[in-house]
């Protein structure tokens, strides 16, 4: 029997390394770690600013409006002055507040935009139900006059929607923008009623069936099995069409008129109503009354400030249900 001496290695074929050919061989699998480790930090180095400059392009207008925002006219005027402000300005906000009319304003957007994205889930989730797991006649010429909704550009059918509600009556009302979420002609309603349908047909039948053989009917197998399986999916719908029909000022400013004004339209005529609210303001040479950046950031931000507390309020849910809708495609 061969004696393997101290400081010798044995391969798995059973052959014996001694002395430099052993070091050797550990110096370059050491070498071979080091050059893994040093390229894995590498690709993570670039990988992390990579995503530092990406985020800096988002965030920069954001931080630049905050900070903005909080300058006085003399700040604003004073090159020397970038990201500090020498004070606290929040003079700019009462003035925003004033002419945003915000209470009124905020009011309006909120139970426009809630009352729609209610309307908009319920009757997605009921049309993606009954496409998924019933056998309805027709389904692909269905699904593709749905699909037809979402591509069809949504300016080719503003005036006949004028005209229909104006016959009716229902102009300088909420009431066409509930109609149309609640008949499934709502904003980028065809995407939820497929999303709606991928998650419904994905759970078995054999759940329907045992419901039934228990006695419940349709709507209670809807309610008790297709509701709580579709979960992210109303999460999903209730957020996108709640920030959809927030931000939504075309059809809000034909339909509505200067009868109803929101959040956002109240912003796209900012600059005059400041001026009819503060008069002279357009042509005074007081600085601290006429219209500056500083009034105008400031009213953007708090025409965007219910939106970003709802994210931030609700960003976990918003994660998962992106996640399991499956709207990302995985």
């Known amino acids: 029997m061969t004696e393997i001496k101290s400081g010798a290695g044995v391969l798995p074929g059973g052959k014996v390394l001694h002395g430099g050919d052993l ?7 050491r070498k071979l770690f080091l050059k893994k480790k040093a390229g894995g930090f590498a690709r993570k180095a670039v990988l992390y600013a990579l995503l530092v400059c990406i ?11 905050i900070v903005n925002s909080f300058k006085s006219p003399e ?35 909120l139970y426009i935009s809630l009352i729609a994205a209610v309307l908009q889930t319920a009757v997605a989730a009921v049309t993606g139900y009954g496409l998924a797991r019933f056998r309805v006649k027709l389904k692909g010429i269905i699904t593709v006059l749905i699909l037809a909704t979402f591509v069809l550009p949504v300016e080719t059918l503003l005036i006949p929607r004028y005209v229909m509600f104006n016959s009716y009556h229902l102009l300088d009302t909420p009431l066409p ?40 009917g349709k709507y209670k197998v809807f309610w008790k099995i297709a509701v709580p399986i579709g ?15 927030w931000n939504e000022t075309r059809q809000s400013g034909l339909y509505f008129g200067e009868v109803i004004k929101t959040l956002p339209m109240r912003l796209g005529s900012f600059a005059a109503s400041y001026e009819s609210l503060y008069e002279g303001a357009g042509t005074t040479t007081d600085a601290a009354m006429s219209i500056n950046e500083g009034v105008t950031l400031a009213g953007t931000l708090l025409s965007c400030l ?25």
Do not use: C
């Open 23 to 29: 070091f050797e061989r550990t110096l370059g699998k």
């Open 55 to 65: 985020g800096f392009v988002f965030l920069y207008p954001f931080l630049y409006m």
């Open 75 to 109: 700040d604003l005027m004073n090159p020397a002055v970038t990201w500090i402000p020498s004070s606290l300005y929040l003079e700019n906000y009462v003035k925003a507040f004033r002419t945003l009319d915000f209470a009124r304003s905020f009011g309006n957007s």
């Open 177 to 216: 923008l509930w109609l149309s979420a609640f008949t499934g002609q709502g904003l980028k309603a065809a995407v939820f009623i497929l999303v709606f349908q991928q998650i419904f047909a994905g759970y078995p039948v054999s759940l329907d069936e045992a419901a039934e053989l228990d006695g419940a």
């Open 231 to 245: 979960r992210p999916a109303i999460v999903l719908s209730m957020l996108f069409s709640f920030v959809w029909y």
């Open 306 to 330: 219910p939106i970003l507390i709802l994210f931030i309020l609700l960003q976990r849910y918003f994660v998962e249900s992106i996640e399991k809708s499956g709207i990302t495609g995985e």
